[in-house]
């Protein structure tokens, strides 16, 4: 008997575990508890993160930029402001239009004779010119005046109120054209049984 006594001392003392499914609702709720707050902080965590990826990105994109802009300013040639003009160069308002110093380079003193012919044979060509395009103007003016139905449909840049008002027009004088059907025998209902 003696041996039997032995063996059950040793197992009386052993530690016992308390079963994970028999706890008490308290308990439960708190390490449900624990567990959303955990998962809460993560969250919060990879967004601090994800913002701060997209933070580094941002100033790795602007100094790339600068770096670049700087660069490109030091290989671009160097630009040069036109100088300032003086009043004294500019032209006054005395009735006459100014004169521009492309068409002081273009007098005859700095040109050899054949080439004075020809800027004064095109100075001639383009005034006669405009001068016939100013008469033309003023004729389509009159006749257009004159003439208000037969005005062009490209001359009444793209209105289509004239196209719309003939048409509704010419349907009124017309009346409504007659179909072969009557009225009352269309709106009918078919009650034939093919």
């Excluded at 009124?172 to 179909?179: E, F, L, S």
């Amino acid at each position: 008997m003696s041996d039997v006594s032995k063996s059950q001392n040793p197992f009386s003392r052993r530690p016992v575990k308390p079963n994970p499914l028999l706890r008490s609702r308290g308990a439960i709720s708190d390490q449900r508890r624990e567990l959303f707050h955990k998962k809460n902080q993560e969250n919060r965590d990879n967004h601090r993160w994800a913002a701060r990826g997209d933070q580094i990105l941002r100033l790795d994109y602007i100094s790339e930029r600068r770096k670049w802009e700087a660069q490109l300013a030091e290989t671009a040639p160097p630009v040069e402001e036109p100088p300032e003009e003086e009043e004294a160069d500019l032209p006054t308002c005395s009735g006459q239009p100014p004169i521009f110093e492309s068409q002081t380079a273009l007098d005859s003193s700095h040109l050899s004779s054949e080439d004075a012919r020809e800027v004064d044979e095109f100075r001639r060509q383009e005034e006669e010119d405009l001068e016939a395009l100013i008469a033309l103007m003023e004729t389509r003016k009159e006749e257009e005046q004159q003439h208000p139905a037969k005005a062009q449909p490209s001359e009444r840049y793209g209105s289509d109120d004239d196209d719309y008002d003939g048409m509704f027009l010419s349907l009124i004088t017309d009346g409504p054209k007659q179909t072969k059907y009557n009225t009352v025998e269309a709106e009918a209902m078919d009650t034939g049984n093919d």
